[in-house]
């Protein structure tokens, strides 16, 4: 190789990593808020905290691979401005609805796409793990925890049955004869199968080289894990059952589970072992011949033009984001009058100290309310004439900063709380002349057992689902008409038949629906 081309070789690897360098600072600052979150859910979520070692790995695993700057040229790939002008929109709709965990997703797909856009096809395919290695740093799984509570309380139980000793579930608490154990959101098992995804997704990249191999080998990654927690918690509830509950019910709980955890991680990654592949050998570096490339100059034109063009791609939405928040800005206090709520019922004594897990609303509003003046029912009435019915509004304006609608986060109960959910589903009542969906759900606590119904309402518009809340709020955000929603909670309590509790609900609701209507429509300004 000539010392022309060596030189030439250099500047266009020092161009090359000048302009990833300004491209990537851009994509940081311009979406700061976004990058900031994930250092701030890795520092109160220790199930993320593995995130901190993402993005030193993926640059390490560039690192490793380097010569490809070398054999590989670095064409500008300008159809990637379109994907990277794609994410932006996603982000800012994600933004706009205040879906984080889309907006992480967004931005560390950025990463990849402006690597792709500035590196070109060949260059960015030949890193495409490292660069795509990032997208596990976003920290997601929360939605699993439910479906993995409920997965460990199901194995745990059958396990346990299987042994003969006696066992009466509730939900996902049950007890023993040696005492009480509940499946809650620490034991769910999310941490391990985090850390095997991303454990696992390394070792294969490492380990392997065929496509079959890696993803079988992620497949195992997924399931063993989710077999091993299980097993752990059968083998905890045993531990303590057989010393007395002297045993694995304090910090050894934690410890004992981390231990198992990491053993079997040894045992998959021992077996993997046996398949890996070795990796082909490695080619001396060649640059390509100068009569066939452009010229210096040349490239550093292009590599101008393409990072202009990806910082204007980039800047374009936060900036619309931030006008749109300026311009829907409500800073009027809400005024959230519902004193026409439970007309024709009477007031009465609450039944339950029940209050929704929530994020700190604007505006709350409370009632317990019953159709007979007693307590009790008289000759001729039903039960659930007399059956009392509470009512909750919490209403949410200017959402940011965890005070948000619709979230994760928000609960009907935590797992931790002396009042625990039997029941969760959705279905659909007719209210007068409209069709109205809900969600319910069935809480039981030392007071008893009792019914919720609880609904949105966003953009003028009931619904009961997440998803499509999200996409009206973000929708009334882009068209600048604010971000006012409320969640609305009506309950009631029963003994044995939770029919009972319905009646009484879509009664309540037959009768005060409308004042509701009104009550939110009014605080909302319109």
């Given amino acids: 190789m000539s010392v022309a081309a060596s030189v030439v070789g250099r500047d266009r690897q020092r161009s090359l990593a000048l ?66 002008l794609v994410l932006g929109a996603a982000w800012l709709l994600a933004r706009m609805g205040g879906v984080q965990v889309v907006m992480q997703y967004c931005f560390a797909a950025m990463i990849a796409t402006v690597a792709l856009a500035i590196m070109g096809r060949k260059l960015a395919w030949s890193l495409a793990f490292p660069l795509l290695f990032v997208l596990l740093a976003v ?31 509730n939900g996902t608490r049950f007890e023993l004869p040696s005492g009480s ?25 490492l380990t392997y080289r065929s496509t079959a191999r ?33 045993l694995a019910v304090g910090i050894d709980h934690i410890l004992y589970g981390w231990v198992f955890f990491g053993l079997v ?6 077996i993997g072992s046996f398949w890996r592949e070795d990796a082909e050998p490695t080619r001396e570096p060649e640059i390509t011949n100068l009569n066939q490339s452009p010229a210096t100059g040349s490239m550093a034109g292009g590599l101008l033009a393409i990072t202009l063009v990806v910082i204007a791609s980039l800047a374009v939405w936060p900036l619309y984001a931030d006008f749109a928040d300026r311009a829907v800005f409500n800073p009027k206090p809400v005024d959230l009058q519902a004193g026409t709520i439970g007309a024709g019922w009477a007031p009465a004594a609450a039944f339950s100290d029940w209050a929704p897990r929530y994020a700190k609303p604007a505006a709350t509003y409370t ?27 919490l209403y949410y304006r200017n959402q940011r900063d965890g005070k948000v609608l619709i979230s994760s986060l928000n609960r009907l109960v935590e797992y931790e709380d002396i009042i ?107």
């Fill in 19 to 84: 302009a990833l360098l300004v491209a990537m600072a851009a994509l940081f600052a311009l979406y700061f808020n976004t990058a900031r979150s994930f250092v701030t859910v890795w520092n109160s979520s220790e199930t993320f905290a593995h995130g901190y070692v993402i993005l030193p790995i993926s640059l390490w695993l560039i690192w490793r691979r380097r010569a490809n700057f070398s054999v590989l040229p670095a064409i500008s790939c300008w159809p990637a401005v379109a994907l990277l």
């Fill in 139 to 169: 920290p997601f799984g929360e939605v699993f925890v439910d479906p993995l509570v409920n997965f460990t309380a199901d194995f745990t139980v059958r396990a346990i049955e299987l042994t003969g000793i006696p066992i009466l579930r």
């Fill in 181 to 205: 154990w509940s499946v809650i959101e620490g034991c769910s098992g999310v941490r391990y199968l985090i850390s095997s995804i991303t454990l696992g997704a390394l070792y294969a990249y």
């Fill in 214 to 246: 890696r993803a079988l080998f992620m497949v195992t990654a997924v399931v063993v894990p989710i077999i091993a927690n299980g097993i752990r918690a059968f083998m905890i509830v045993m531990i303590g059952h057989f010393s007395k509950m002297e």
């Fill in 265 to 270: 991680m040894f045992l998959m990654f021992w």
């Fill in 367 to 393: 009632g317990v309310f019953r159709r007979g003046g007693s307590g009790a029912a008289q000759p001729g009435e039903s039960a659930e004439a007399t059956t009392p019915v509470g009512i909750s509004i």
């Fill in 420 to 526: 625990h959910q039997l029941h969760n589903g959705g279905r659909v009542e007719q209210i007068g002349q409209r069709m109205l969906a809900v969600r319910e759900a069935i809480l039981q606590g030392p007071t008893g057992t009792f019914l919720v119904w609880h609904w949105y309402w966003v953009d003028r518009r009931y619904t009961a689902s997440d998803y499509a809340g999200k996409l009206w709020q973000a929708k009334a955000k882009l068209l600048l008409r604010g971000d006012d929603g409320a969640a609305v909670l009506l309950s009631a309590p029963f003994t044995g038949d939770p029919d009972t509790a319905r009646t009484a609900l879509r009664a309540f609701l037959n009768t005060n629906l409308p004042a509701i209507d009104t009550a939110l429509a009014t605080a909302s300004g319109n």
